[in-house]
């Protein structure tokens, strides 16, 4: 009996290229920048929390934050200590600041004064706060006017109110002398009011 060979496979000519060896990829070396504000110079981290670039600059880097850390404690200490009347009187500064500026090429509201006297500029309620606490932070009740007239002429409302008429018109005038509901301005709310004419300041000044 003969035995018969089963023929071998044929796997063709291999080419030489397919026996060039293939480079090596290297890994991507991930840089980032050293967390202290003064150095920022770029290193290579050993972890995902390490964040500077050296030991000197991470004592400093650590001293900095726990400086920020405390001032932050303190900012919100003080912020609890605040009283509503607080609150109210850093919400009209900044509805003040937005007023002189939105009159700024007014003069006084209650005398002669144009806008290029020298002295110091106030906002001037024409309802007082003291009369009527809701008109307070009302655009329409506060306008541009002298120290003179604000301060020592008690806002010399008798020259006030003509000069407000022809500004707004009467119908305002008349709404801002009509009764008003009675209200009480929470803090939240005068929170928003200083968040409000901060931002209001900020636009306006770009814009012009």
């Not at 655009?139 to 109110?161: E, M």
């Amino acid at each position: 009996m003969t035995l018969k060979r089963s023929p071998m496979p044929r796997t063709g000519i291999l080419s030489a290229s397919s026996f060039q060896r293939t480079k090596a990829v290297e890994p991507k070396v991930r840089t980032r920048k050293c967390a202290l504000k003064s150095c920022r110079k770029p290193f290579v981290p050993r972890s995902m929390t390490h964040k500077t670039c050296s030991i000197d600059c991470s004592v400093v880097f650590v001293e900095q934050e726990k400086a920020l850390k405390l001032r932050r404690e303190r900012q919100a200490g003080l912020q609890a200590l605040k009283s509503r009347a607080d609150h109210a009187k850093e919400a009209q500064t900044a509805m003040n600041a937005w007023v002189r500026y939105r009159d700024r090429l007014d003069g006084c509201i209650s005398c002669d004064k144009g806008p290029d006297w020298q002295g110091q500029w106030h906002a001037s309620h024409f309802i007082s706060v003291g009369a009527c606490q809701t008109t307070r932070f009302d655009p329409a009740n506060l306008h541009k006017a002298c120290s003179i007239c604000n301060n020592h002429l008690s806002g010399n409302i008798r020259a006030y109110r003509p000069r407000l008429v022809a500004k707004i018109g009467q119908a305002e005038v008349d709404r801002l002398e009509s009764w008003h509901e009675p209200r009480k301005f929470t803090v939240d709310e005068l929170k928003a009011i200083k968040a409000h004419y901060v931002a209001a300041l900020k636009q306006l000044k770009e814009q012009s």
